[in-house]
C-alpha cells in the first residue's frame, strides 16, 4: 500500500459547483496533515493544514479521520482560479519527520 | 528575498555527466527537504536534512545520487552519471516546525 494515496483525477467541475477530495494514509502513526496547492510549472504552497477537530478556511473546508485513516478536502462555491492541482501531505510521528506527498488530484474548474 | 532559493533553474546536460543542484533554504529553518517531482506526479521524498544530519535517504536514491548540507545551511544535490530517467524537477523545500516552504526548482533535462 502506498503512503499516501490520492484519486489523480482530473475533477472537470462546474463553477460554482462543490467538489471533494480524499487522500488515505497508510501510517497510523502519522502526526500531521495538510492540504497543498500546485499551479502548472509552480511549485507546491500550503493551502490548509488539517487539524483532528476539522477546520475551515473561507470556501475551504478540511476533516481528518484517523480511524480510517484518510483526510478531506471540500472546497465550496468554486471558482476557477480553483484550478490546480491539489496534493495531501502527511508528516509522519516523532523523530522522523519525513514528509510525503500524495500524487495530486487534478482539479479542472469549468466556466 | 528571504525565500528558498534554487539554483540552477534549469540544466541540460548529456546523459552520463554529472550535476549539482544548490538549495538555499531560509535561514532560520534548520530542516531541509529534497523532492523530485515528473510530470502528472506528485513530489517523491528524496531525502531531508536536520541541521547538518541527514536523517533518511528514500530507496529512490540510488548511490549515483548524493546530497549534503555540510554547514546546516545550503545544501547540494549531486547526480552523477546522469540517466534520461534522471529528467525531472528537483525540488528543495525547509521548514522550521510546521509548514514546509518550497523553492521554484531546479529543472533537470537529460540528453
Known amino acids: 500500500r502506498k503512503e499516501v494515496e490520492q484519486d489523480p483525477g482530473p475533477f472537470n467541475v462546474p463553477e460554482g459547483a462543490t467538489v471533494a477530495f480524499n487522500c488515505t494514509y497508510s501510517?497510523?502513526?502519522?502526526?500531521?496533515f495538510f492540504w497543498y496547492r500546485q499551479d502548472c510549472r509552480k511549485e507546491p504552497k500550503l493551502l490548509m493544514s488539517?487539524?483532528?477537530s476539522g477546520n475551515e478556511d473561507g470556501r475551504f473546508t478540511a476533516q481528518l479521520n484517523r480511524a480510517s485513516q484518510y483526510i478531506s478536502l471540500l472546497i465550496r462555491d468554486s471558482k476557477l482560479s480553483d484550478s490546480a492541482t491539489y496534493l495531501c501531505?502527511?508528516?509522519?510521528?516523532?523523530?522522523?519527520?519525513?514528509?510525503?506527498f500524495g500524487k495530486g488530484t487534478r482539479l479542472h474548474i469549468l466556466p | 528575498d528571504t525565500g528558498v532559493s534554487q539554483n540552477p533553474r534549469h540544466k541540460i546536460t548529456k546523459r552520463g555527466q554529472n550535476v549539482t543542484f544548490r538549495c538555499d533554504p531560509i535561514?532560520?529553518?534548520?530542516?531541509l527537504y529534497w523532492y523530485r517531482q515528473t510530470l502528472g506526479q506528485g513530489p517523491e521524498f528524496l531525502t531531508y536534512?536536520?541541521?547538518?544530519?541527514?536523517?533518511?535517504k528514500s530507496r529512490l536514491l540510488s548511490d549515483r545520487f548524493s546530497a549534503e548540507r555540510p554547514k546546516g545551511s545550503f545544501s547540494t544535490l549531486e547526480i552523477q552519471r546522469t540517466e534520461q530517467g534522471d529528467s525531472a524537477m528537483y525540488l528543495c523545500?525547509?521548514?522550521?516546525?510546521?509548514?514546509?516552504?518550497f523553492g521554484e526548482g531546479s529543472r533537470l533535462t537529460v540528453l
Open positions: 523545500a525547509s521548514n522550521q516546525h510546521g509548514e514546509l516552504f
Open positions: 488539517v487539524y483532528s
Open positions: 536534512f536536520q541541521n547538518e544530519a541527514q536523517l533518511e
Open positions: 501531505v502527511v508528516r509522519a510521528s516523532g523523530r522522523d519527520d519525513k514528509i510525503i
Open positions: 501510517n497510523s502513526a502519522s502526526q500531521s
Open positions: 535561514s532560520e529553518h534548520n530542516r
